[in-house]
């Protein structure tokens, strides 16, 4: 091989890296103006849940299984006369293909699938790396921007697809999605909220409000829920803020933002408990934060900083959080357990989370979706699941709190199957930091946290 090609091959997979991928395809756009029926198209490929192998078997099992996806690839291109179609690996697990030869949508579309189906089958990495039959299931999401119908030069082709791709991913991973051109004033408007978000917090506009848990059997608060709340930024009041929480995550602001929810959130527990009330304050944490090497360390020096002991602090997360980068969480779950913060899984019953973890993982409190609740009294499914999940949860010795709660009635169900910890407007709206401290203040009786339901000044 000369030094040329060296230079445009990527040494791993022995794909085209990407210098020799462009050169590639800017050749055959050069060389070729197709006919009239020709669709030349680029596909561009991230694969799901790649750092999982990277993380739990190594990056030895992590770059085989790049060489396998590669061949994979290769083995669902068209090969026709002379030329086949471009693939190309532009570093991490982002693979790149030129189509050239597919004379319709509906042939790029077989090949498009072809690829997520062959990558969604069970990887064997027993090659000397990992045990003996080793077998990984990842899948892949494919963004595809069509050449002279959404662009004519490579860039702009990259940038699309990889637009797409990110579409791909946030709709569930493993599928494949076409670009669009809304989609590049969707990608505006989520640049624009991240920018208002910073502003806010730079300008001290956010808050948070704090819902209470309750034990329905002597109405005592056992815990508080931090929620983040936008009535003070002009640019973001109205926005839903899981929809706001989702945009800022796909950015350095979801971080900042996060280590302000949590310090937040300390500092007011601290607050409480300085005034003499010792009830836990629940946060979510976000997936960015276990993206961290240094979360842990981090979180207990927010606690030492306030003196807040780490058991009034629950750790909230999703079962999405759970499923991604599962061993990085799990040791970092693992370390917050030990050091004695509660762990809460938030919407349980959602997710495609295996329950089987509830066994190996430090799960400490499930907190059923709202959606159960909603039906549980309507739906005799839904009645039934609710149930078995609750029931499954206390045999496992794990708090169940149901999230939602709006009547008596779902009060009276979950009682008789056993969940006594509920929240939800039948009890109490949200409060701020300082409605909850009062109302905790003026119904503690003897050391213990009392509440009377609170619904707002009265118009």
Known sequence: MNSLKIVQVDALTQLFNRSGW???VQKSIEATQGGATDVKAVLFIDLDRFKWVNDSLGHDAGDL???KVSRLIESCLVLEGS???IAGRFGG???VVWVQHSNSIAKLDLLANAIVKKIAQPICLSDGCCDENTEVEIGASIGIARFS???AGIEELLKYADLAMYRAKHSGRNQVVYYKP??????????QVQVQLRKALKQQQLTLDYMPIFDSKNQEVVALE???NLKNCPDLMGMDVVQLLSIAESSQVGLVLGEWMVTEAIRFNHQLLQAGIEVACSVEIRPSHFQQKEFVDWLSEQLDEYELPPELLIVSLSECCLNSQRFSVLNQLNALSHLGMEIAIRSFGEGNWSLLRLHDWPIDQLNLSSRFIREMTSNRTISAMTGALIEMGLMLNKKVVAYGVSSAEQIAFLNSVGCFLVQGPYLSDALSAEEMEVHLLQNRVENMVEFTPYYGEEE
């Open 22 to 24: 462009q050169s590639a």
């Open 65 to 67: 299984l790049l060489q």
């Open 83 to 85: 030329q086949a179609d």
């Open 93 to 95: 697990d982002e693979f």
């Open 149 to 151: 119908q959404d662009a």
């Open 182 to 191: 809304e989609m590049m004033q969707q990608i505006e408007w989520r640049r």
């Open 226 to 228: 931090a929620r983040l």
